[in-house]
């Protein structure tokens, strides 16, 4: 399958300070990139979709000054959580499409960031 | 009533059961299906895809797909401690987003 590469694994920072996590398609070009987040013995929420070369688009509650997502090139997208609180502390997980070939409704995942706010 | 339910377990068996994980659903727009494993901190991984109703067959799992009873299912052979896991089910009309389900924290016993 397509392989998505996310890092960091995890970070840990300070309240009041910003984290960027990247996301990148390693074999395949991902127009499209999934952003979800994932609390302790729960499903993926997903937060906003990534769309290269235009601006996310954010769930319903899922604050976009908060959570500044860039897409800036067909293999790469970032997430950066702004002025993190610990209530932020979560796992953040990447997710892309590889549109090649049949089932293209298949997502591939990275490997996830532990996010943890002191 | 969510969109996809699948009961969170925890589900605890011993090596070499034949595990039997199920989700239903309620939008009959659903054509895309597909079953995931995920181990504790880290991304899921994606085990199985099925488009439409029918069985798919790969190793020791095994999909089932009945839209007629909105109901798919996966089940593992020959189960190893390997396989003990969250197993989640995701499901697609076609649309970009894909639906999860809850997920199912099964544990396999040696």
């Not at chain 2, 401690?81 to 649309?95: H, I, K, Q, R, V």
Request: proline letters at 4%; hydrophobic letters at 30%; one cysteine or more.
């Amino acid at each position: 399958g397509a392989v998505v590469s996310q890092h960091p694994s995890w970070v840990i920072c300070k309240s009041g300070t910003s984290v960027k996590i990247e996301c990148r398609s390693l074999d395949f070009q991902a127009t499209t990139m999934f952003w979800y987040r994932q609390f302790p013995k729960q499903s993926l929420m997903l937060m906003a979709t990534s769309n290269e070369g235009s601006k996310a688009t954010y769930e319903q509650g899922v604050e976009k000054d908060k959570f500044l997502i860039n897409h800036a090139s067909l293999t790469l997208s970032t997430l950066t959580v702004t002025s993190a609180h610990p209530e932020d502390s979560s796992f953040y997980i990447c997710s892309a499409r590889d549109l090649r070939g049949q089932g293209n409704e298949k997502l591939f995942f990275g490997s996830g960031t532990q996010l943890s706010v002191l | 009533q969510k969109e996809v339910e699948q009961d969170p377990g925890p589900l605890s068996v011993p090596e070499g059961a034949i595990v039997s994980l199920n989700c239903t659903y309620s939008n009959s727009a659903f054509q895309y299906f597909m079953w995931y494993r995920q181990y504790s901190r880290k991304g899921p991984e994606l085990l199985m895809y099925t488009y439409s109703s029918g069985n798919k067959e790969d190793g020791r799992f095994t999909a089932q797909v009945d839209k007629s009873s909105k109901y798919i299912s996966l089940f593992i052979r020959d189960s190893q401690p390997s396989d003990s896991a969250t197993y989640l089910c995701a499901m697609s009309s076609g649309a970009q987003k894909l639906v999860f389900g809850q997920g199912t924290r099964l544990t396999i016993n040696p």
